[in-house]
């Protein structure tokens, strides 16, 4: 069965630095997200994306967030400056069609930020 | 704001006993409901989902949930729980418009053998 996959699994970084968190969607999905969890609180919605553009963001999702599909097939999210609340698991999502699909999730990656 | 409640933060049963795990939501307009597992050291999973229609779905793995539009629920049930049920259960919400899901704060189910 297809599924997305996100690299790398974990990443320490320190505050100020840059990271790119990658995702590879399910091949024919449309509709890429990222969310991310902070421990012990709940998943939160960062952005979505379909046609190359952003469809819609969350207030989290400022200045300092990026996402692109630089090829065909991933699917990248960039913190241009990290703070210590950058913190948290990140999970990409896609699905086939847009809001009435099912929503898959890949593994996470697990970034903190020192 | 919208935003969804899971009432119950972790939940112990030995294994036989039935669950049900509550889920309510405060959501403008029409709502696709969903219940995600996520196994330990596994990535979020679809139980399943209530787009339209009968509003007792059942999902994978004997589970089912039932839309109660009246009291903006969505509880996820399952008759006889195993030791392989032991995960954490999100509910989520999103909009026939927007495909930004909601999450609740999660469950953790532990089954005892």
């Known amino acids: 069965e297809p599924e997305v996959t996100q690299t790398p699994s974990h990443q320490v970084t320190q505050m100020g630095q840059e990271v790119i968190l990658r995702c590879v969607p399910i091949?024919?999905?449309?509709?890429f997200y990222w969310y991310r969890q902070i421990l012990g609180q709940k998943v939160e919605f960062l952005v979505s994306f379909y046609n190359n553009e952003i469809s819609e963001k969350s207030e989290i999702f400022d200045d300092q967030f990026s996402v692109e599909r630089p090829d065909g097939s991933n699917f990248t999210l960039k913190i241009r400056s990290t703070k210590l609340e950058d913190s948290a698991m990140y999970f990409c999502?896609?699905?086939?069609?847009?809001?009435?699909?099912?929503?898959?999730f890949g593994p996470g990656t697990r970034l903190l930020v020192l | 704001a919208q935003s969804v409640s899971q009432h119950n933060h972790h939940v112990i049963l030995s294994e036989a006993a039935s669950l049900e795990l509550g889920c309510n939501y405060s959501y403008g307009g029409t709502v696709n409901l969903f219940w995600y597992v996520q196994y330990p050291g596994q990535h979020l999973q679809l139980l399943l989902k209530y787009f339209s229609g009968d509003p007792l779905v059942k999902g994978i793995k004997g589970f089912e949930a039932e839309f109660i539009k009246s009291k903006f629920s969505f509880n996820l049930r399952k008759p006889s729980v195993q030791w392989s049920d032991t995960a954490e259960y999100f509910c989520a919400v999103n909009s026939p418009a927007r495909g930004k899901l909601i999450f609740g704060q999660g469950t953790e189910l532990s089954v005892k053998p």
């Open positions: 999502a896609s699905s086939e069609d847009g809001t009435m699909e099912t929503q898959y």
């Open positions: 091949s024919n999905h449309l509709y």
